[in-house]
């Protein structure tokens, strides 16, 4: 009786509860103090800026759903990339809180990371590992420094998603068979879709589920029990893949996406995995390397050794582990970029989800383990490890704070890649550092000859310059070589319109013709082309055939500020004022600081008899641009048709002083 009562008094239930409570608070406070301060950074400008601004232009009032379930995940219109609705709606929701500032994806990701992380201790623990060793394992993935790439970068919230709810169906699905209470049976539903809708390799889920339960659990097959879920299963596959086939234009080419591409890939597996042990030279945009290789596949060997040692009794959770690990790795590794060998062969982000299959068979591994080591030296070699990971993480970290150290770290690693120097040179273009863009440009192009996006930026370089002889020439460049990558990203559209505009800058206007002549029959939709053609018929004085192609031009793309202007131009020369005024009426609705609209509106207003007005736009014209002197004669001729000497007189002063000569016949 007294032993009875004893252990009465031993049930450990509350120290149970209040050890739940402090897991779960380290699990939220330590990644949030390691990463908080990645929600002060900037954008990396690789995929993230892009994404995000043409998420913020169709962002118009409520969320707009049906945006991110019909286009692909770069929202270009193009449908030529992934399809990620879910995490196109995360950033719309983000869109709706902050815009474009960069502080709330990153806050995002963060938040989402955190609870990904109690998922995955929920999870581990629904797999038979041990309350305090399913804690140790999801601590050691929430500051893990291979995974401070799916935290601090920002689209890399696609993985997380999928982790998130890839965890959690898996968890819902248990609980339901546990249970048998039909809430879980809908969450399940509804996290398993979200699932889908993050990230295709979601297919996998589904058979790692079933693997699970008649493989390492040894359940018997019911039909009657799984039906529901093959049914959840079954509409959510056909629902993502009806709706991607829809959306999704292009197919990708043998050279990009197949089994070439996953053998040439195959070096990922074991760098991924000597990383995740020895997190030694993570990158930005990593290449890969032998250290990384030769020391992956021996970890890999010798991890394998000591699993088949030390786990002989439980190899159905061990081999199961494994096979998560290369089911959630493989598939990434049939895509390879064009760009592969200049610029990245794979990303550290995609080991967020794979790598829970390792920490799986590690966890039955420390279980093993732990018998054999006192109590102090376990906390001892847990607290080391988590404290060196997380300096590790923290430092690398800062390599996603801005532009040019997210190139800059590619590049330190890699000095050789030609894209990141390229990247790194937009970088300082953008931010007017001339001398350090053109460095990086030489430097990609002598590293990769037949790159053209160096040779392309080089032509807008010496645009801002002034130089267009060189603009034109770099231009030409980049057109020539842009055909050595053919399934990439093509810029042929791009190297046109420049080229095009330098040459009608320098007046080469047959050579022009013939560009936008080929142009234009490879790519007749490209409103950009026409309006080039027409600013070409415009410079030669044939209104009537620019005319006709700005409105081509706007009728392939209708939210072009500039074409609206052009027109408007072409309309005023023949002498179709009140056109002519509707159209730089437009032009103002989609570029309110565009100054050549309101110097150009303002002539038409004198063209109309509406002086005052006239004065008004010229007035702002003159404001955004005070060196400009047509601003200053046309508002002196508006003053002098109010019979205001005195101020015409002074603005046709400024006019000769800016080197504007009077039209002929104007006054």
Known sequence: MKNKKKNKHLKPVPFIKNNLVIFLLILVIVPSVLYFRVVNFTYSGFDDSNIITNINEVREGPLNLQEAFTHDAFMDNKGDTFYRPLQTI????????????????????????????????????????KEEISFLLALLFSIHPLFTNAVAWIPARGDILLCLFGLLSFITLLEYLDTRKTIYLILHALVFLSGMFSKETAVLLPFLILLYLYFVQKKKIILKEIAPFLAIWLISFVLFFVMRQSFIKTTPSSSIFGIIPFIKNLPTIPIIFFKFIIPYRLCTMPLFDNTGLIGGIILLITFVIIIIKIIPTERRIVIWGGIWFLAFSIPPMFFRSYLAPMGFEYFEFRAYL????????????????????????????????????????????????????????????????????????????NNGFNDEALRDFDNSIQVCPTYSLPYFNKGLLYRRLNDHNKSEYFFSEALRYDTT?????????SSYINLSLEGIILRKYDEVKIVLDCAIKKYPQNGHLHNNLGMLYYSTAKFDSALYEYNKAIDYEKNIFSFYNNRGMAEYNLNEFTSALNDFNRALELKQDFYETWGNRGMTKIKLNDYEGAIDDLTIAIKIRQDVGAGWYYRGLAFSKLNKPTEAGKDWDEARRLGFKEPVGEK
């Open 90 to 129: 995360s950033f719309m929701l983000d869109a709706q809180i902050a815009g474009k500032d960069a502080w709330i994806y990153h806050l995002s990701n963060l938040l989402l990371h955190i609870l990904t992380v109690i998922a995955l201790f929920f999870f581990l623990k629904k797999t038979g590992i």
């Open 485 to 493: 990558y053919k399934n990439g990203y093509p810029l042929n559209e």
């Open 354 to 429: 794979p790598m829970i299959g390792i920490l799986i068979i590690g966890g039955f591994l420390i279980n093993k383990l732990s018998a054999e080591i006192s109590l102090k030296k376990r906390i001892i070699i847990s607290i080391s490890i988590i404290l060196v990971y997380s300096i590790i993480a923290f430092i690398h970290s800062s390599v996603f704070n801005d532009s040019v150290s997210f190139f800059s770290s590619a590049i330190k690693l890699n000095p050789s890649n030609a894209m990141a120097l390229e990247e790194r040179g937009v970088t300082y273009l």
